[in-house]
């Protein structure tokens, strides 16, 4: 996954909180648009949109950007950072199996994941589906256990993003059947985790606050989601199955862009393309 494209309404008061808060850091500030992320690679990329209301409760868009740490002690730093600053925004905490998580909803009301993965090894399959479960996970224990060490940084990329949309076989059409995502998990007609090349999860989309939606209005809140495929050649194919399936694109000849059955902006890009924050 590439960055999370947000569309918001204080852009300093959202830089302070995904750059002290999440630590992530601001690698560009040019006019309304603020890319933060950690070394080269850009997480989350804010655009300035003062003139846009809050999207209508129960609409489709963005449930959250998952930010996937390198290890326990870098998501135990993220963990102390927002507690410590932004106390007021952590939502709850889970141990999935497959990974540790923790979350938060960010001054905008868009929805944030801090994770970690274990290691594959210890992940398991049933009947092809990855075992995953919400078990309590405590916060302070795990401050207590992983931040003994003082404060560790490192990478940090957008591990999986997970959408809010009107129903689960409309998302299945567009993501697996056409886009061309894997079923990793599914969850009868509320929520669907895919994924590509045998991860647990790269987008999720759920209908627990959106069930009926329909397509979204430009409104604050989810302005983009980036996908990156290994090479042009992959975007060429990706391009020709969309046409195939009538799914109408965007090409301006370095990447793709699609809306889904909600309007939600889903852009494709190879990896030797630089992340476009226009």
Known sequence: MGAVTLRVGDLDRMIAYYRDGVTLDVLSHTG?????????????????????????????????????????????????????????????????????????????????????????????????????????????????????????????????????????????QFYVDRLGFETTFAMGDSALFVSAGGYHHHMAMNTWESRGAGRRGLALGLGRVEIVVPGNDDLGELGERMTHFGVPARDDGRTLTFDDPWANQVLVRAAEQVSTVA
């Not at 809050?54 to 950007?65: D, F, I, K, Q, W």
């Not at 090894?121 to 256990?145: K, V």
């Open 32 to 172: 309304p648009v603020a890319v933060l992320g950690r070394g080269t690679t850009p997480v989350v990329i804010l655009e300035h949109a003062p003139e846009l209301r809050s999207a209508e409760p129960r609409s489709a868009g963005l449930y959250h950007t998952a930010v996937l740490f390198h290890s326990q002690a870098a998501l135990a730093t993220a963990l102390y950072s927002v507690a410590s600053h932004y106390p007021g925004t952590f939502t709850g905490s889970a141990d999935h199996l497959v990974s540790e998580a923790f979350y938060f909803t960010d001054p905008e009301g868009n929805g944030v994941e801090l994770y970690v993965d274990r290691e594959r090894s210890a992940w398991s399959w049933t009947h092809g589906q990855i075992d995953m479960t919400t078990i309590f996970l405590d916060p302070n224990e795990y401050l207590r256990t992983h931040l003994a060490g003082g404060a560790v940084s490192g990478d940090a990329v957008v591990g999986h993003v997970h959408l809010s949309v009107g129903d689960i076989a409309s998302a299945k």
